[in-house]
Nanobody
Framework: QVQLVESGGGLVQAGDSLRLTCAAS????????MGWFRQAPGKEREFVAS????????AYADSVKGRSTISKNNARNTLYLQMNSLKPEDTAVYFC????????????????WGQGTQVTVSS
């Protein structure tokens, strides 16, 4: 059973940067893809970025590509999402996820979810 705990959200202004952190525990991550989804009020959850724990391959949604970087620290079982040039449309609750999948964009492909961290970008 994998537990995921996010941190690093907050209120920022458009153009600012933010780094989200996800601490994973309770399982071996070597076969997992980990990533980030987000959900804005009144909208469905959407894929943001993912990274495979072993081969380091990454995938990004078009909406954040070029502005965000997903990375990890294997020794600390920690996942990061560096977001730059934030826009008001990036406002959402951001969820850390883990699943025995390979860069799937669909929420149901991921078995484990954190509780979410709020990111609010003011214009």
């Amino acid at each position: 059973q994998v537990q995921l705990v996010e941190s690093g959200g907050g209120l920022v202004q458009a153009g600012d940067s933010l780094r989200l952190t996800c601490a994973a525990s309770g399982g071996t991550l070597s076969a997992y893809t980990m990533g980030w989804f987000r959900q804005a009020p009144g909208k469905e959850r959407e894929f943001v970025a993912s990274i495979h724990w072993t081969d380091d391959s990454t995938a990004y949604a078009d909406s954040v590509k070029g502005r965000s970087t997903i990375s990890k620290n294997n020794a600390r079982n920690t996942l990061y999402l560096q977001m730059n040039s934030l826009k008001p449309e990036d406002t959402a609750v951001y969820f850390c996820v883990a699943g025995l999948t390979y860069h799937d964009f669909r929420p149901h492909a991921y078995d484990y979810w954190g509780q979410g961290t709020q990111v609010t970008v003011s214009s």
